[in-house]
């Protein structure tokens, strides 16, 4: 065996050692969640939908499942509409002190740890009445998942040749026209990751979903939080399948679409 063949076989072995240890603990809970005994054994003895039925019958998953997709369509498209604006201001300045300001401030929320943020965020809802309500909550997802949103943005935006712009100046473009027509279709590249990036930061949000929720407006993995500290049974791992089974539906999706296309054009 040749330096090179040797080389690529160990590569090639590598990667697939990293994606069976990231798909282990997947496999194990999908296992788990047919199991037909309601305590935890390795491998799993029976096949079982008991389950499935019995996340379904216990009716606490079904809203907060829908109000956590509904969330993170909402968070995903606000945070879009103001990254947009914001990449392209950025655009303008100049490299320095008051660019870089504005950067970290914008980034924030990547840095300051999520318990922070929501102990932030909860006194300041029990002030304004927002506590517990779909509006508070919104905002909480829209601060979180907009620094993915611009910085994906940011980089799309830097990347678009000024020649463009000043072609459709030139022609006598309306400014809308040239943002219809010009800048947006350039910047589907970093629309499309910050949006995917975005849609999973929010449905997977707890911590700061936590805080800011109590009764009313809880989302899926808050119901999942809740549901574990006062049952431990395979419910949740059967919730977590239909998580998987959904979220692999998604890529299929993006990728029929031809949105990865995008990304990977935006590569090359």
Do not use: C
């Not at 050692?17 to 997947?26: A, C, D, G, Q, T």
């Not at 969330?71 to 604006?85: D, Q």
């Amino acid at each position: 065996m040749s330096t090179r063949s040797a080389s690529r076989f160990m590569t090639n072995a590598s990667a697939v050692l990293v994606y069976l240890f990231l798909l282990l603990p997947l496999v194990i809970v999908v296992l788990f969640s047919f199991s037909d005994k309601s305590y935890f054994s390795f491998p799993p003895h029976g096949f079982s939908l008991q389950w499935y039925k019995a996340a379904w019958a216990s009716g606490q998953f079904g809203v907060p499942a829908l109000r956590s997709v509904v969330l993170a369509v909402l968070a995903t498209a606000i945070a879009t509409a103001f990254a947009i604006p914001s990449a392209m201001a950025f655009r303008r300045l100049r490299r320095g002190l008051l660019r870089d300001v504005l950067e970290f401030a914008l980034l924030s929320p990547l840095i300051v740890p999520a318990l922070i943020i929501g102990i932030a965020l909860l006194y300041a809802f029990n002030r304004i009445y927002l506590m517990d309500t779909f509006t508070g909550l919104l905002i909480s997802h829209v601060l979180l998942v907009y620094p993915f949103m611009f910085r994906a943005l940011l980089t799309s935006v830097l990347g678009l040749p000024q020649s463009l712009l000043d072609a459709s100046e030139m022609l006598g473009a309306q400014p809308h026209y040239t943002l219809r027509h010009v800048i947006l279709p350039s910047l589907v590249p970093g629309i499309v990751s910050g949006a995917i990036f975005a849609f999973i930061i929010s449905m997977d949000q707890f911590t700061v979903s936590l805080f800011v929720t109590q009764s009313e407006q809880i989302v899926l993995p808050v119901a999942i939080y809740k549901y574990l500290y006062d049952v431990n049974d395979p419910v949740v791992a059967a919730v977590s399948t239909i998580l998987v089974v959904f979220g692999l539906l998604i890529a299929v999706i993006i990728d029929r679409l031809g949105w990865l296309k995008h990304l990977g054009s935006a590569g090359a």
